[in-house]
T-cell receptor, first 117, second 107 residues
Framework: KAGVTQTPRYLIKTRGQQVTLSCSPI?????VSWYQQTPGQGLQFLFE???????NKGNFPGRFSGRQFSNSRSEMNVSTLELGDSALYLC????????????????FGSGTRLTVV | KNEVEQSPQNLTAQEGEFITINCSYS?????LHWLQQHPGGGIVSLFM???GKKKHGRLIATINIQEKHSSLHITASHPRDSAVYIC?????????FGAGTRLTVKP
């Protein structure tokens, strides 16, 4: 079966612009979580969506937002980009959200590498 | 102090050696992941544990809930095992990550 698909793979944006990243989960998975990875901070949790509702959010400013559609595809948006937003953005899908104690596994996408200049 | 600590940060081994990577955490968790990340960024989930031990091929993961500690072992290491290994804990509402262990296996 198809894996988790993230688009685009690479993106270059200018400070002050906004960006939208997309994540298509594995068929049947209804939970999508997003992560930011930088050399300085490592991997950090951004937010999780399940059944079109945000279930929880990490410690990021309001410039970072997301949504999930009825087909479980998710998008994240970053407004007013800053140089420090340059990172690899990863999403992962699972059948159920984290709070349920789901042990059936998570599948990660290959990520979108965002460079802000 | 980070909530998820991994050791060592970097590890170089000769092909065939037995490898151990450690993870200690200070928060309550419902599950612990071991993740593998190759150059280029993609992450693969190797194991998800809530207790005991799991084995997959040459990889073994153990967790001690009372001691809040997990280990990832690689038996008969191979150059293709070279990657960054990341410990992640699920604490109910989010996932928190260790800084990763960069493993290089030399032929």
């Amino acid at each position: 079966k198809a894996g988790v698909t993230q688009t685009p793979r690479y993106l270059i944006k200018t400070r002050g612009q906004q960006v939208t990243l997309s994540c298509s989960p594995i068929s049947g998975h209804r939970s999508v979580s997003w992560y930011q990875q930088t050399p300085g901070q490592g991997l950090q949790f951004l937010f999780e969506y399940f059944s079109e509702t945000q279930r929880n959010k990490g410690n990021f400013p309001g410039r970072f937002s997301g949504r999930q559609f009825s087909n479980s595809r998710s998008e994240m948006n970053v407004s007013t980009l800053e140089l420090g937003d340059s990172a690899l953005y990863l999403c992962a899908s699972s059948f159920l959200p984290m709070k349920t104690g789901w042990m059936g596994g998570y599948t990660f996408g290959s990520g979108t590498r965002l460079t802000v200049v | 102090k980070n909530e998820v600590e991994q050791s060592p940060q970097n590890l170089t081994a000769q092909e065939g050696e037995f490898i151990t990577i450690n993870c200690s955490y200070s928060v309550g968790i419902s599950a612990l992941h071991w993740l593998q990340q190759h150059p280029g960024g993609g992450i693969v989930s190797l194991f998800m544990l809530s207790s005991g031990k799991k084995k997959h091929g040459r990889l073994i993961a153990t967790i001690n809930i009372q001691e809040k500690h997990s280990s990832l072992h690689i038996t008969a290491s191979h150059p293709r095992d070279s990657a960054v290994y990341i410990c992640a804990v699920v604490g109910g509402n989010d996932m928190r990550f260790g800084a990763g262990t960069r493993l290089t296996v030399k032929p």
